[in-house]
């Protein structure tokens, strides 16, 4: 009797135990599990990679705690094709090995152009992100840590010298951020 008090009173505690766990993890909110890059982390590495894009003569803006670099089509690819020219293979090369191992530090790849499309191809345009996601990805970045998307001309919030290309289809944004 003695030894079966002892297993049900063990097994209760277990289960209380396990049940407190339970509840206590379900207050934790989702937000709260994902990586956060903490400031001076973010600080030391946003300014390598202000250094690593004026070094390859592009311009960098500072928006809503990231960082956004604006490029002409032109720049990134050869021609009208989707082939990254290899000057800027290396720069991607690049801001991938710095953001690598970096919980939290997050790429969006947006493109612009105006909706409904009317002067350039959306597919090409978007088959053109994936292909800067994917070189991204090809030198380390992993793939959870990016994001690639088309948006209207009207959310463009770039240099003002690329607006003749913007409705065309004609500019690409990298925006790096801890959770952008």
Known sequence: MVFRRGWVVGGL??????LGVQGAWADISVAA????????VWQALSARLV???QQQGLEVQAVSGGLR??????EVFVGRGRDVRPEFEGFLADLAQMLQGVAGA???ILGFGNIPAQTYNPVELGLRLRRVRST???YGLPMRQMKAALRPEAEYQGPGRFLPLVARGGVIALEFG???
Not at 33 to 40: E, I, K, R
Not at 69 to 74: A, D, G, L, R, Y
């Open 13 to 18: 505690v277990s289960l209380a135990m396990v």
């Open 33 to 40: 599990g994902m990586a956060v890059v903490p400031v001076g």
């Open 51 to 53: 250094a690593r894009v």
């Open 69 to 74: 670099v604006s490029v002409p089509v032109e």
């Open 106 to 108: 997050q790429v969006r």
């Open 136 to 138: 991204l990805a090809t």
């Open 178 to 180: 801890p959770g952008v």
